[in-house]
């Protein structure tokens, strides 16, 4: 089955501790993308990716870390996490830019 | 500022009738628009989009409008029926910028039986 899967799906952790939040797709995608869903203000995203080894800063990057080593994942990372980082992340695929993305199921984040 | 928005925060239709739900823009460089319908505990799934060459697209009951001299496209359903009850959010990217997407806060559409 095609499809964007995201790990873990809710994490609750506290302030400063670094962590990674897991995206891998199977449909060959060159485009991907993280996003975070806050209320009121709708999806904005943070980093994307091109291809392999390609990847630069969405709308707000700051406090987030991205790698594309291989072509089908993409993770996200939070080197120290704070508060304001609490929120629903969705991880994104497409065949090239100029497509309907693909979304995972998302990952709740919770900083305390 | 956010470049893309949707100024209705919910919207309820009786089952049947027309759903329109409306997104404006910004920034007059994009020239490709999505919607995509989000239900509780999923991510988004893609409906329909439309290049800035175009002034409307079709698929099935969704028909996107856009209105590029208003900076404006909406989504139309018809007819609306309960399990398009979801969130709707609007889309946008362009040539200057391409790799980047900007999306709308999202409408929150209720189709009552």
């Known amino acids: 089955e095609a499809q964007v899967t995201q790990n873990p799906r809710y994490l609750i952790t506290v302030t400063g501790k670094k962590l990674t939040v897991t995206c891998s797709q199977n449909?060959?995608?060159?485009?991907m993308s993280w996003y975070r869903q806050d209320p009121g203000l709708g999806l904005r995203q943070i980093y994307y990716?091109?291809?392999?080894?390609?990847?630069d800063k969405g709308d707000v990057p700051e406090g987030y870390k991205v790698s594309r080593k291989e072509k089908r994942n993409f993770p996200l990372i939070l080197e120290s996490p704070s508060p304001n980082q609490t929120s629903l992340y969705f991880c994104?695929?497409?065949?090239?830019?100029?497509?309907?993305?693909?979304f995972g199921p998302g990952t709740r984040l919770t900083v305390l | 500022d956010q470049q893309v928005k949707q100024n209705s925060p919910s919207l309820s239709v009786q089952e049947g009738r027309i759903s329109i739900l409306n997104c404006d823009y910004t920034?007059?460089?994009?020239?490709?628009f999505l919607w995509y319908k989000k239900y509780p505990a999923e991510g988004p799934t893609f409906l329909i989009s439309?290049?800035?060459?175009?002034d409307k697209n079709e698929d099935g009951r969704f028909t996107v409008f856009l209105n590029k001299s208003a900076k404006h496209l909406s989504l139309h359903i018809v007819p609306s029926q309960p399990g398009d009850s979801a969130v709707y959010f609007c889309?946008?990217?362009?040539?200057?910028?391409?790799?980047?997407?900007?999306f709308g806060s999202g409408t929150k559409l209720n189709v009552k039986p």
């Open positions: 449909m060959n995608h060159e485009y």
């Open positions: 439309i290049s800035s060459i175009k």
């Open positions: 889309a946008a990217t362009g040539l200057y910028n391409f790799n980047k997407f900007y």
């Open positions: 920034n007059s460089m994009f020239d490709y």
């Open positions: 994104a695929s497409s065949p090239k830019v100029m497509n309907e993305q693909f």
């Open positions: 990716s091109m291809n392999v080894e390609v990847t």
